[in-house]
């Protein structure tokens, strides 16, 4: 069987689209109305509510550092049950569907475990399903490498396996289902006044999703760009028009700002006292690298009697690897001392319009300031500025620097 372009619907449900058997029941009807206008329906879904929260704290509480391997074992559990029962919700309405873990299909990965990659998906299952007349249920997030290891694709990695699936069948887009109406300048369960984009290009979605709008997992809108899929966000809630993440054109807003971010899931670690001298910097960050933690921003204080302070933010999830590294590195190097903090936040602001208007980031700075919020580190690029503040101060910065750029308004 060969799908014509077009001719298939995929959607993904997230986890509070999912979150209670009635959620699942609603969803399983929603599918029911659109499968009479589609050949064929593939539908993504993320495991319930807070399922993977509570899969990663009793991981946690087993071991500070969990296995890798075996974690992956765990949080590809909470797929399982919300695609099963879907399927089962479906049944009970008369809509014929059968669920799919993604080693049934495969979806092949590579090994990385935690934060896989998708490298091949092969589809035939999916269309002798189609050919039966049946909703294909595929638990997302999930992968399973040639050697036959379960994977994961790193946290809200569900919307990656729709955008992969809707590539791999030929979609013309895909339909992302979640809590909120669409995408907007800000997170609009932080302020009220945050404005739902109709469009956003890939590169300024990039941006967001990669700097902490979690809407959208940034490796999905990279597959959506990569393989031309559009993407329509919306509310699983009600039938309100969501934003389309596809191409730049005419009708895209020229904004300065595209978009207030903010992450929290990042900790900052100091190494005091280093000897400042040629190649500590590489003694510090290859063993990082090879530990596979990603660090994101770093500033090196010139400090007294040729020794410099080294600070840098890594994952907040891979503290512990990483402090167990930089422990190790500050023996090796003679640092005095290491320090690090939990409690900080990431506040970006993204829009390519930064680009021709100096002056963003001293607003920006101006606007924290006046709050009295202290910036403990910058970084900036061609189109996004981003400040670490203390973690306390993140919802009032989103809500003040969103004001100040005059975002709320179209
Ligand atoms: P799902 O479980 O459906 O995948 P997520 O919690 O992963 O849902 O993502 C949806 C959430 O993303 C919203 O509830 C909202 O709080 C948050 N969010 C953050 N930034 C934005 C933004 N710019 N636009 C829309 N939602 C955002
Ligand atoms: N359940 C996974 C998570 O919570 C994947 C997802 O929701 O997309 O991260
Ligand atoms: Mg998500």
Known sequence: MRLE???????????????????????????AVRKKEADAIVVVVSAMGKETDRLIALAREMADIPNQREQDMLLASGEQVSSALLAMALNEKGVKARSFLSFQLPIITDERHTAALIKDINVEKLLRSFQEGEVAVVAGFQGITPAGEITTLGRGGSDTTAVALAAALNADFCEIYTDVEGVYTCDPQVHGAARKLKRISYESMMELAGLGAKVLHNRCVELARKYNVKILVRSSFNNE?????????????????SGVTYSREEAKISLMGVPDKPGIASLIFIPLAE???????IIQNIG?????DVTFTVPEDELEKALQVVGNVAKEIGAEEVHYDRNIAKVSIVGGGMRSNPGVASRMFQVLAREGINIMMIS????????IIDSRYTELAVRVLHDAFELGRA
């Open 5 to 31: 372009k077009g001719k298939i619907i995929v959607q993904k449900y997230g986890g509070t689209s999912v979150g209670t058997v009635e959620r699942i029941k609603e969803v399983a009807h929603r599918i």
């Open 241 to 257: 028009g969501g934003t389309w993440v596809c191409g730049e054109d005419e009708e895209m807003e020229g904004a300065l700002i």
């Open 291 to 297: 530990m596979g933690i990603n660090v994101d921003m």
């Open 304 to 308: 007294r009697q040729n020794a410099a």
């Open 380 to 387: 900036t690029s061609e189109i996004k500025i981003s400040c």
